[in-house]
């Protein structure tokens, strides 16, 4: 049986960039340097911009070039989400929340002071700056490295509320790209049904099951080595899961002799997403 994510334990139980249909003039504020440094100002200009619940660019595009959460797990590393409530402002400051590696959240002290970089502000020890292109909203946060190398991240936003969190805005943006939709499925007594996956989380037609959860928590433990779907995630019901065109398959899996590595057994299920 698969190991259950760590980070579903964000959920309280479980879509793209959002787009203005207004025509906006692109904006970047690490180029367009604000008409002053003053906190007032800085707030005025970065609280509508940042509000919300955002999600690591990198990561969720090769999540769903690949259709492997696994395959794109060397860029769930670092900050990979975070949720920032400017309701919460306080003076100068905002505690945000960030998840990291997909594993764990903790807090993140904004303050609306000039950050290192141009038109920046503060972000824990790096900076936070934005742009705005055709409409799109883009984060981008200026980090140290561990060898005080600075590294430009991009976030793109979700269209949640930010009271749902992080964690849930991570998940459905992974859903609708990766396997949300509807796919045709043949049980084993060669009755065809439609099962409905759908981008929060729930899904119908697939046996009595209601939720699905996919996890994005990999490679941080033993038998931790595949791609991993789980239903009605309380019963502890999973398989791997493969994406060949646009046929979704789910393989039983077995430990390896030494139980350090999960290997795919016999394939159980096989649906095919309709167009």
Same mark, same amino acid.
């Given at each position: 049986?698969?190991?259950?994510?760590?980070?579903? &334990?964000?959920?309280?139980?479980? @879509?793209?960039?959002?787009?203005?249909?207004?025509?906006?003039? !692109?904006?970047?504020?690490?180029?367009?340097?604000?008409?002053?440094?003053?906190?007032? $100002?800085? +707030?005025? !200009?970065?609280?509508?911009?940042?509000?919300?619940?955002?999600?690591?660019?990198?990561?969720?595009?090769?999540?769903?070039?690949?259709?492997?959460?696994?395959? $794109?797990?060397?860029?769930?590393?670092?900050?990979?989400?975070?949720?920032?409530?400017?309701?919460?402002?306080?003076?100068?400051?905002?505690?945000?929340?960030?998840?990291?590696?997909?594993?764990?959240?903790?807090?993140?002290?904004?303050?609306?002071?000039?950050?290192?970089?141009?038109?920046?502000?503060?972000?824990?020890?790096?900076? @936070?700056?934005?742009? +705005?292109?055709?409409?799109?909203?883009?984060?981008?946060?200026?980090?140290?490295?561990? *060898?005080?190398?600075?590294?430009?991240?991009?976030?793109?936003?979700?269209? +949640?509320?930010?009271?749902?969190?992080?964690?849930?805005?991570?998940?459905?943006? +992974?859903?609708?790209?990766?396997?949300?939709?509807?796919?045709?499925? =043949?049980?084993?007594?060669?009755?065809?049904?439609?099962?409905?996956?759908?981008?929060?989380?729930?899904?119908?037609?697939?046996?009595?099951? =209601?939720?699905?959860?996919? *996890?994005?928590?990999?490679?941080?433990?033993?038998?931790? *080595?595949?791609?991993?779907?789980?239903?009605?995630?309380?019963?502890?019901?999973?398989?791997?899961?493969?994406?060949?065109?646009?046929? &979704?398959?789910?393989?039983?899996?077995?430990? *390896?002799?030494?139980?350090? &590595?999960?290997?795919?057994?016999?394939?159980?299920?096989?649906?095919?997403?309709?167009?």
């Amino acid at each position: 049986m698969m190991k259950k994510s760590i980070y579903l &334990l964000l959920l309280p139980v479980f @879509l793209f960039a959002c787009k203005s249909n207004k025509t906006q003039p !692109e904006k970047d504020s690490v180029t367009a340097a604000p008409k002053t440094h003053s906190t007032k $100002a800085l +707030i005025a !200009e970065f609280k509508p911009i940042i509000q919300g619940v955002w999600v690591k660019s990198d990561y969720v595009d090769k999540v769903i070039a690949t259709k492997s959460p696994l395959a $794109a797990a060397d860029l769930a590393t670092g900050l990979t989400a975070m949720n920032i409530s400017t309701g919460k402002i306080a003076g100068d400051s905002i505690i945000a929340e960030g998840g990291w590696s997909n594993h764990e959240g903790g807090d993140l002290i904004l303050k609306f002071k000039p950050g290192k970089k141009k038109s920046t502000i503060q972000l824990g020890p790096g900076d @936070l700056g934005y742009s +705005i292109q055709n409409g799109d909203t883009i984060l981008t946060t200026y980090w140290p490295d561990d *060898n005080k190398n600075i590294i430009a991240t991009r976030y793109r936003k979700v269209a +949640i509320k930010s009271a749902e969190g992080f964690a849930q805005g991570t998940f459905q943006t +992974i859903n609708k790209g990766l396997i949300a939709g509807s796919y045709s499925f =043949k049980d084993t007594t060669g009755t065809t049904s439609t099962v409905i996956f759908r981008t929060n989380g729930t899904l119908s037609g697939f046996f009595a099951f =209601k939720q699905y959860h996919v *996890n994005i928590d990999l490679n941080s433990d033993v038998m931790d *080595n595949l791609d991993e779907i789980s239903f009605d995630y309380k019963a502890s019901t999973s398989y791997s899961f493969k994406f060949i065109g646009d046929t &979704l398959k789910l393989y039983d899996t077995r430990p *390896n002799e030494d139980s350090t &590595l999960l290997v795919l057994d016999k394939l159980r299920y096989t649906l095919v997403k309709q167009k």
